[in-house]
């Protein structure tokens, strides 16, 4: 994503250089990322004009086309993250994908600094209603529960669900750090019917 916000908002094709500095990963890490770009054809590439010897740059950008206009097919981005995750979670274990979840609630918990209704419960509620989850919080006593009633990433879920899962169990993990919670989360149990996800919390001691 950040490759290709790079290439949307450069005036002028770039090289994987230009890239690599911009966004600050390896140039061999661009590539790779840019090999993706250009099967879902988001991104184009062409030969550098040159009078000078030597091998010519490949120089790349947004597909102004595709990136502009009609219809945004932003589960077709999802799919192709999913996908990588799912081979990086093979890779590495599910850490690195908690890792990134809880650092995503850390931030959207962070960017609500100084947000504030009845009780950080619902604090958390409030964040995962906004977030599309459509959650119910039902015996909200020392041991709640969360009941979810709406996946916004069903279709990616679909594709690997323990890749999706994951994430989310560490975004909220995230918010309930960012929100400084006396609670965890004792376990996420996805799907108990079709369209329900349900969260048990406790209290920390």
């Known amino acids: 994503m950040r490759v290709l916000a790079a290439l949307w908002s450069a005036r002028v094709p770039m090289t994987v250089t230009d890239i690599s500095v911009q966004v600050g990963l390896h140039p061999n890490t661009v590539r790779f990322h840019l090999g993706v770009l250009t099967k879902q054809g988001l991104i184009s590439h062409h030969s550098e004009e040159r009078d000078i010897r030597g091998r010519p740059h490949i120089l790349y950008s947004a597909n102004a086309a595709r990136v502009h206009s009609g219809r945004r097919n932003y589960r077709l981005l999802a799919q192709v993250l999913v996908t990588f995750a799912s081979e990086a979670m093979m890779r590495k274990g599910r850490k690195t994908l908690?890792?990134?979840?809880?650092?995503?609630?850390?931030?959207?918990?962070?960017?609500?600094?100084?947000?504030?209704?009845?009780?950080?419960?619902?604090?958390?509620?409030y964040s995962l209603t906004e977030l599309g989850f459509e959650p119910e919080l039902a015996t909200p006593s020392t041991?709640?529960?969360?009941?979810?009633?709406?996946?916004?990433?069903?279709?990616?879920?679909?594709?690997?669900?323990?890749?999706?899962c994951t994430v989310h169990l560490g975004l909220m993990r995230g918010l309930i750090c960012g929100y400084k919670m006396p609670m965890v989360i004792e376990r996420l149990d996805p799907f108990v019917e079709p369209s329900l996800c349900v969260v048990a919390l406790s209290p920390t001691v």
């Open 98 to 125: 908690m890792s990134a979840g809880t650092a995503w609630g850390r931030r959207l918990a962070n960017q609500r600094v100084g947000f504030s209704v009845e009780t950080p419960l619902q604090q958390l509620v």
């Open 143 to 164: 041991s709640p529960k969360i009941l979810m009633h709406q996946c916004p990433f069903l279709e990616a879920a679909e594709q690997s669900w323990t890749t999706v």
